[in-house]
């Protein structure tokens, strides 16, 4: 089976990797931190170097900066016809960028998003969007289907930065209602814990009211598996996204949503998982 390095394993990405390793593939991964699940699994830790040897490098790095120097290093070692699969989420103008200096080798970075917790990249549930040339993203569809039952093309490098943009948006949306659905409820007498078992599997229920009213009636906040600390950033690029496109003053949902985000941002609760909307919801209607 094909060799795959990968860059970054962290809550995304080791459980990525260690799919791939239990589907076949020969994983060579990199981080700056040890990884014993990953060797455990027949995988190997690598240099970056030696990730660069690989003929597919997925990409699943914490922040811009991580990106920018994993390529610096990669440069050197790229050569025509690899495929860089860029998984994680960033200004779509520092893709961009890292891409078009990856092109210079004859390598083709792709524009990648998971949508998913860990969780669902571990039980392939999590959703991929993909965008760019179109022969390579093609190429990737046996290794993408390790960890998630469904990828889809998106078309030009950069839809997937947008689409995922848009679906965070309706992540944090999703999330507020069911706050304020479950604030209401108890405020006119229905029992909470009913209300999550009535409305999940109703039209009112979603994955994200599924994944986050468990921890709203728990207030199990601590540590985030989702945190605000993602979301804030989401917010704020979709809202630029629309404004950007000209339709900024057709997002009132969306410029809501940030406001009472924005109020968890200042109270510092970066590092709660976003269910703790709830404590914001109950606050406001005290004021």
């Known amino acids: 089976m094909t060799t795959i390095g990968f860059v970054g394993l962290g809550n995304v990405g080791l459980p990525a990797a260690l799919n791939l390793q239990r589907a076949g593939f020969t994983v060579h991964g990199y ?26 490098i997925l990409f699943s790095l914490p922040n ?63 959703v991929i969007f993909v965008s760019g040339d179109r022969i390579a993203a093609d190429g990737c569809t046996s290794a993408f ?6 990828h889809f093309y998106l078309g030009n ?8 943009l848009i679906a965070n948006y309706m992540v944090c949306a999703h999330n507020l209602i069911g706050a304020e659905a479950l604030n209401l409820g108890r405020a006119v007498g229905l029992d909470p814990a009913q209300m999550v078992e009535v409305l999940k599997p109703s039209a009112a ?10 921890l709203m009636l728990s207030r ?33 949902v969306l410029e809501r949503v940030r406001e009472i985000y924005d109020i968890a941002r200042r109270e510092d609760r970066h590092d709660q998982d976003i269910a703790a909307i709830i404590e914001v919801v109950e606050a ?4």
């Open 220 to 252: 199990d906040f601590l540590p985030g598996r989702g945190p605000f600390r993602h979301m804030f950033g989401y917010l704020d690029r979709a809202l630029e996204l629309a404004e950007a496109s000209g339709v900024g003053g057709a997002t009132p």
């Open 157 to 164: 490098f950069g839809a997937a930065s947008k689409m995922k």
């Open 145 to 150: 289907e390790t960890f998630s039952t469904r």
């Open 205 to 214: 229920g979603s994955t994200t009211f599924a994944n986050k009213a468990g």
């Open 284 to 287: 406001l209607g005290k004021v």
């Open 31 to 56: 981080d700056l931190t040890p990884r014993p699940d990953l060797v455990a699994a027949g995988g190997r830790l690598a240099t970056l170097a030696e990730v660069a040897a690989c003929d597919l």
């Open 64 to 126: 811009a900066g991580a990106l920018i120097a994993s390529i610096d290093l990669l440069l050197p070692h790229l050569r025509p016809g690899q495929v860089i699969a860029e998984l994680s989420s960033y200004p779509l103008d520092v893709k961009r960028a890292q891409a078009e200096r990856v092109g210079t080798t004859g390598a083709v970075m792709l524009d990648c998003e998971i949508s998913g917790l860990p969780f669902m990249v571990a039980n392939r549930t999590a």
